[in-house]
């Protein structure tokens, strides 16, 4: 499982987002002949697999400019290729491809090829404030070039581009674009030659050692991060100085709509009280003394007690990442334990970063970063996921809980493997994983839970991911038919497990990827259900955030932006994602529950859309939560 907070590592957000997979061979699921002699294609898996053969390890790839330029050839073939025969109306997937071959345009000096893809990009964009900073950067390096040749008078270059940027980010309009600007300026802040080289060693590295090749989304980080380190990183300074000119000109934040649509509840009303299991990474319970689920038929004795099949289990079911039941509130920090502190900082360091906070634990990371060798970025990146895996679900409770004295928590605690080599998704461990969420569906439907928040998601191409980080098959073929299979038993038993719980309301985060859920076949939030409601994520001014998925099945945006909450230990700290706006919608379910605990999920759903305010953003529709708005109507109804 993963969680869906909002990444934390933003150097693979630059220069290593791998584009969702693009997989399977031939005609299968949603492969439909058109007049026009297209193939029309309605699943991201139905799109041919493409490989690409790696001699040596991937550094060395990055440090040959000969060996770039032969694989930025064969994936321009191929995307080229399959832009031709194929017919796909996902616009994320149109964009993937646009933004790769926009790549390979800027390497080979094609600047004319590389503007009107920029402006093919725009036009594919919903969301408007990424389409006013798509490619804006792009576009002032190329302007720059026609004044100044980069590699005669890099100085007379830069201030050219410096000009230019300027004049880009002067024409646009700040209440719209400021989170996108303070995030690209965070962004460039920490970059170095050194970082994206080490990132792309620790997440690409391990398995292309194994199985020596590439795969598309990878072939296609690797050619952005090749252009990073020789077209960006020289610029870094001049980047973040124009960034920093533009943000102090206007520096008016957002308005905040969410304190005024604030539903907060009070002891002296005398309401239900109404259990809601927190499915996350473990919660630190001692922070909601008296709201939290207490199995009375458990003793900490490391015995089943009720023989229910959990031991210990006094707050919930626990499952560590292998799949296997375990015991303990909160997931393990391995040899992290004495250094969890400074991790936690360095964490809140790449939050405060992303979101132009000057911070100390800021201006601490960006210290460390400048000094950190290569060989050190794996075990950085790999404690900072652990960190984040370790404070996920304590933030998740803490937005679930806010304003509510009458919720009660239960902790059904599922770990998330943190290591750059994770668990092998075979078929034994798909045959264990689907037995898991088999095993928590029925503990809470015994618990008698009302709302279960879900902030994780899973998708075909983890499976496929983890099986490739380990040389697991023969080629890429197996892995891909290898990882439909164990994708398949997920998929199966929690539909099965959520629709079997009819009285249950499920709450589920959309995702991160900015991408169609249905298309790319999320679980669950590509799940049709009236038990289940999926959110998207907005910012402070209710604006769709340029990370959030979306697609037919996501139903209300909620706050996902720089929402504070718990961590572990106590401390508050602000965590974006939509794992931080499913919690919002699960609380208003609560709240709504407590007030009529007679309400159904489907009637629950109903409260919570009707009480939405409806905006747009390009040709697409959302509702927006406004949870003063349904209690309203709810109070109104029994009245």
């Known amino acids: 499982m993963k969680p869906l907070a909002r990444r934390l590592i933003i150097v693979t957000t630059l220069a290593l987002t791998l584009v969702a997979g693009w997989s399977c061979s031939g005609q299968k699921h949603g492969a439909q002949d058109r007049q026009d002699g297209k193939v029309q294609i309605t699943r991201l898996e139905d799109l041919p697999l493409h490989t690409y053969k790696v001699e040596g390890n991937v550094t060395d790839l990055l440090e040959s400019d000969a060996r770039i330029m032969a694989l930025a050839d064969e994936v321009e073939r191929d995307v080229t290729h399959d832009m031709a025969t194929y017919a796909v109306d996902d616009k994320t997937t149109q964009l993937r491809w646009e933004s790769t071959l926009l790549t390979i345009d800027l390497l080979k000096d094609r600047d004319a090829a590389a503007l009107r893809r920029i402006e093919r990009m725009r036009e594919l964009e919903d969301k408007e404030a990424t389409r006013l900073t798509t490619g804006l950067s792009t576009e002032a390096m190329i302007e720059a070039a026609k004044d100044a040749d980069p590699e005669k008078d890099f100085d007379a270059y830069a201030s050219a581009y410096q000009a230019a940027l300027a004049r880009e980010l002067n024409a646009l309009p700040w209440d719209v674009v400021e989170d996108e600007v303070q995030s690209a300026k965070g962004q460039m802040e920490i970059i170095s030659e050194n970082l994206l080289k080490g990132a792309v060693a620790a997440r690409v590295g391990p398995s292309v050692e194994r199985t020596g090749e590439l795969n598309a989304d990878q072939a296609a980080g690797v050619l952005s991060t090749y252009y990073a380190i020789h077209y960006r990183v020289p610029l870094k300074q001049v980047m973040v100085a124009t960034y920093q000119q533009y943000i102090d000109a206007h520096a008016k934040p957002k308005e905040n709509i969410w304190p005024q649509r604030t539903l907060t509840l009070t002891q002296d009303e005398k309401l239900t009280p109404v259990l809601v299991a927190i499915w996350d990474s473990g919660v630190d319970v001692s922070l909601f003394p008296g709201r939290v689920y207490d199995n009375v038929h458990e003793g900490p004795n490391l015995m089943d007690d009720d023989g229910n099949g959990f031991t210990d289990d006094l707050h919930g079911p626990a499952y560590d990442y292998n799949a296997n039941r375990t015991t303990g509130d909160l997931q393990p920090l391995d040899d992290a334990t004495g250094r ?3 991790v936690m900082s360095q964490m809140k360091g790449f939050m405060d970063i992303r979101a132009d906070v000057d911070s100390p634990e800021a201006s601490a990371l960006k210290q460390r970063l400048s000094a950190l060798d290569q060989q050190d970025i794996a075990a ?3 404690d900072l996921s652990l960190a984040g895996n370790y404070a996920h679900g304590t933030h998740v409770a803490g937005i679930v809980a806010e304003g509510n004295p ?3 928590l239960l902790n059904a605690r599922h770990s998330y493997d943190y290591h750059l080599i994770p668990v092998a ?8 994983d689907a037995a898991k969420i088999t ?5 809470l439907k015994k618990a008698d839970v009302r709302v279960v928040n879900m902030s994780w998601g899973e998708a075909r191409k983890d499976a496929e991911d983890s099986l490739e980080a380990n040389g697991v098959g023969k080629d890429a073929e197996e892995r891909r038919a290898l990882a439909r299979k164990v994708f398949d038993m997920q998929k199966k038993a929690l539909y099965e497990g959520i629709k079997g719980a009819p009285d249950i309301l499920f709450v589920a985060a959309a995702g991160n990827a900015d991408n169609d859920v249905a298309f790319d076949e999320f679980i669950p939030s590509s799940f049709d259900l009236p038990n289940l409601i999926v959110v998207g994520a907005v910012d402070q001014a209710g604006e769709p955030t340029s990370f959030t998925s979306f697609g037919p099945t996501v139903q ?5 932006f720089e929402v504070e909450s718990f961590v572990p230990g106590g401390k508050r700290m602000s965590m974006s994602g939509t794992s931080m706006a499913s919690p919002n919608v699960a609380n208003l379910a609560a709240k709504l529950l407590a007030i009529d605990p007679t309400l159904t999920p489907p009637q629950v759903i109903d409260l919570i859309r009707s009480g939405c305010d409806q905006r747009s953003y390009g040709e697409k529709k959302y ?8 209690a309203e109507l709810l109070r109104a109804q029994k009245s």
């Open 340 to 342: 969890i502190d400074a």
């Open 380 to 382: 950085l990146l790999e």
């Open 406 to 408: 009458y919720v009660r």
């Open 425 to 432: 998704r075979t078929i034994a461990w798909g045959l264990r």
């Open 439 to 443: 095993a928590i569906v029925d503990y």
């Open 556 to 560: 209300v945006y909620a706050n996902g």
């Open 623 to 630: 509702l927006l939560l406004n949870p003063k708005h349904s």
